[in-house]
């Protein structure tokens, strides 16, 4: 894979490691970074939140994960350079997705570090896919995420933009930019362009299926090493559902950040060194025996 070339006057984006274009056999073409890491290292496959993609939630941590880990990134369903499809969005086809990927680049098992919407994807990954997840890190997110009665609402108020997205999808870009993960105006024009590429219609399919995951029946079924990662002051996903998570996994581990919902970004001095020791915690030999094919 060769690295992405800036053309002139394109924003200013950060360093970010070499990609390139994967077939899924039956699906289409995502655009991956498969970062090699250290010869026979452990596989972290990173899932990203709504309305990010891949390079927007991580580039703060790719360097950093690859001196010690083969890292490798895609974007979900409908997100940035993710599938295409005029099939509604489904948490479950992104586990699948997932999985297929790693059948595609000959990855045994991997280890799952997913943040906001990529921990639900993460979650799902290992009840549809137990044999390919050695280990779970579980990032700003939660076992659901629509409990009161007005959360429940707004999400499925998203069902009826979702169906105007279809027809106006300049509007619904409009309206996600102001209201969602873009609110950081310092990330800059790169940001911008990032969010530019989604699919907004799946984009706001995406919203309605983030109000509708649970797996609260079943997450203490969870039997591989896992770690939380759980942010402070996060007033996206509550602290007290970050917690119910990881009280609800058997034997998981957790490390707090003192950051709001975007503090792999905002705070990532503070935010990567946890990542770095949340996966260390979880990524031993005996847990993480990945093979390359």
């Avoid at 390079?55 to 790719?62: E, G, I, K, S």
């Avoid at 990954?125 to 997110?141: F, I």
């Avoid at 933009?161 to 279809?166: I, M, S």
Wanted: glycine share 10%; with cysteine.
């Amino acid at each position: 894979m060769s690295d992405d070339a800036a053309e002139a006057g394109d924003p200013i984006a950060p360093m970010l490691p070499g990609g390139g274009d994967v077939e899924l056999p039956g699906l289409g073409t995502v655009f991956v970074r498969d970062l090699a890491g250290p010869e026979a290292a452990p596989v972290v496959v990173l899932l990203h939140g709504w309305t990010a993609t891949a390079d927007l939630n991580f580039f703060t941590c790719y360097h950093a994960l690859a001196a010690r880990y083969r890292v490798v990134a895609m974007d979900h369903r409908g997100h940035g350079r993710g599938l295409r499809t005029k099939k509604s969005f489904k948490l479950e086809d992104c586990a699948d997705d997932v999985a297929v990927l790693l059948d595609v680049l000959g990855i045994e098992r991997a280890v799952a570090f997913g943040y906001s919407m990529g921990g639900a994807v993460a979650q799902l990954l290992w009840q549809r896919h137990p044999d390919r997840v050695a280990g779970l890190v579980l990032g700003a997110t939660a076992p659901y995420f629509a409990g009161r009665q007005n959360e429940r609402l707004s999400f499925i108020g998203l069902t009826g933009l979702a169906a105007l997205a279809r027809v106006t999808p300049a509007q619904a870009r409009t309206w996600l930019t102001e209201q969602f993960y873009l609110q950081r105006k310092d990330w800059g024009e790169w940001a911008v362009q990032q969010a530019g590429l989604h699919d907004w219609r799946m984009i706001l399919e995406a919203g309605k299926a983030i109000g509708e995951f649970s797996s609260s029946a079943w997450i203490g079924d969870v039997d591989v090493p896992t770690a939380n990662i759980v942010t402070m002051r996060d007033q996206t996903v509550p602290v007290r559902r970050q917690v119910k998570l990881w009280e609800s996994i058997p034997g998981a581990e957790p490390f707090r950040v003192d950051g709001a919902h975007d503090a792999i970004v905002s705070e990532a001095r503070q935010f990567v060194p946890q990542l770095l020791r949340a996966l260390a915690a979880v990524a031993t030999p005996a847990a993480a025996e990945v093979a390359s094919a």
